[in-house]
């Protein structure tokens, strides 16, 4: 059974940092490109990063680029956002999600795991 | 980079009612489009993929349509179960993927 569970949310104050991770099981984590996806509270669903499986394509939504790092470690089975110069408008909970196929790239996203709320607040 | 578009964004129906949700690129996209179905406190869920195929396991009162620049989500005979947020989702790989808006599915 594919697993996706997602830690390392919390509340943090504006500027700060959080990393991220998802813990991936039931499927071969290595072959198959990864995904973050947040939603604010209320709010409906925005695309954050993405790589592939082998790390060579990452892509970041304009709003987080030069701020988040998303990386992966193929050896453990994880997916890792690390998120710096944290705003109040990051706050959302964040969706680690896969693509569904091996070796697939640009796709839609078939599995997702449950969530992880980030705040940013003083 | 590629707008998505959906209406209604809020619809009240009846079990047993026939329901249409609408999603406009504002590109052409070919069949690169997703349905996703979201309840509250839950992750989304794949519904179909490539604007028309069924995802595994999908109830066949759920149907995709469409191609280029608009595409429909129907559900033939709403069920309870069915109340929900419903998203669509372009990955054409000229632009970044992007979500709709969402249309929320409520109990008339």
């Known amino acids: 059974e594919v697993q996706l569970v997602e830690s390392g949310g919390g509340l943090v104050k504006p500027g700060g940092s959080l990393r991220l991770s998802c813990a991936a099981s039931?499927?071969?984590?290595?072959?198959?490109?990864m995904n973050w996806v947040r939603q604010a509270p209320g709010r409906g669903l925005e695309w954050v990063s993405s790589?592939?499986?082998?790390?060579?394509?990452?892509y970041y939504t304009d709003s987080v680029k030069g701020r988040f790092t998303i990386s992966r470690d193929n050896a453990k089975d994880s997916l890792f956002l690390q998120m710096n110069s944290l705003r109040a408008e990051d706050t959302a909970v964040y969706f680690c999600a896969r693509d569904p196929r091996a070796s697939s790239w640009y796709d839609y996203f078939d599995y997702w795991g449950q969530g992880i709320l980030v705040t940013v607040s003083s | 980079d590629i707008q998505m578009t959906q209406s209604p964004s809020t619809l009240s129906a009846s079990v047993g009612d026939r329901v249409t949700i609408t999603c406009r690129a504002s590109q052409n996209i070919n069949n690169w489009l997703a349905w996703y179905q979201q309840k509250p406190g839950k992750a989304p869920k794949l519904l179909i993929y490539m604007a028309s195929s069924l995802e595994g396991g999908v109830p066949s009162r759920f149907s995709g349509s469409g191609s280029e620049t608009e595409f429909t989500l129907t559900i033939s005979s709403l069920q309870p179960d069915d109340f929900a947020t419903y998203y669509c989702?372009?990955?054409?790989?000229?632009?970044?993927?992007?979500f709709g808006q969402g249309t929320k599915v409520e109990i008339k």
């Open positions: 790589i592939s499986s082998t790390s060579t394509y990452i």
């Open positions: 039931g499927f071969s984590f290595s072959t198959y490109s």
């Open positions: 989702q372009q990955y054409n790989s000229y632009s970044p993927w992007a």
